[in-house]
């Protein structure tokens, strides 16, 4: 019996970590979480993971002159990690392309809409003001455009009348946390291609 060669994962977040949570709970064969890495301290995210004793690199991002100095701080720190995937679950910061070519086409996000609409912050709140009927979420590879990297995967969510930031968002975060360990264990097993800006996903 061969053993199941698996990617080491980075997860990078900044909040209470509930898509952390829903990748940790997914148990995925081809993906070991290396290490959880997060730029601010006190946060829900890293409970969990030392819960789970996944290794936790705190590098406070107010700590630095610039974003490529913190995100270099970060790279030398999760080096001995062999990282091969790294995925961004609420991470709030932008990346530089200095961290996007170290990790090129293997960075890849959550957004909560149906990309290329309501990109930036406050998706969810932006969905309702517009009036859409339909809103989701998205997963996509992380290039130097906020938001517009290849998607990968998406899911729609029907907005009801009555829906409000909160309960949509709950929504929202559901679908989340299925499709995004559903991308990693598409990623680690080598089944997603990349094609100019599509991504061809085999099963
Ligand atoms: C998610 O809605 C994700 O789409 C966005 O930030 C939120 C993170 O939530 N990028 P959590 O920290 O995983 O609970």
Do not use: W
Request: with cysteine; proline share 4%; charged share 20%.
């Amino acid at each position: 019996m061969s053993a199941i060669s698996k990617t080491n994962v980075a997860v990078f977040v900044s909040g209470s970590g509930t898509n952390l949570q829903a990748i940790i709970d997914s148990g995925i064969e081809s993906a070991n979480i290396a290490v959880v890495v997060c730029n601010t301290p006190g946060a829900m995210a890293i409970e969990r993971a030392k819960k789970h004793r996944i290794p936790v690199e705190i590098v406070n991002s107010k700590d630095f002159k610039s974003r490529e100095k913190f995100e270099r701080h970060i790279v030398a720190k999760i080096d001995k990690y062999d990282i091969g995937l790294v995925v961004l679950a609420g991470f709030m910061r932008i990346l530089t392309p200095y961290f996007i070519n170290r990790f090129r086409n293997r960075i890849i996000n959550i957004h909560p809409s149906l990309l290329p609409s309501f990109p930036g912050i406050n998706s969810v709140r932006q969905a309702l003001d517009y009036g859409v009927k339909q809103t989701g979420c998205t997963v996509h590879f992380v290039g130097e455009e906020v938001d517009a990297g290849p998607i990968i995967l998406q899911v729609a969510v029907a907005v009801a009348e009555e829906d409000t930031e909160n309960t949509l968002l709950e929504k929202v975060h559901a679908q989340e946390h299925s499709i995004l360990p559903e991308a990693i264990r598409l990623f680690c097993e080598g089944k997603l291609t990349l094609r100019g800006k599509k991504v061809l996903v085999s099963s």
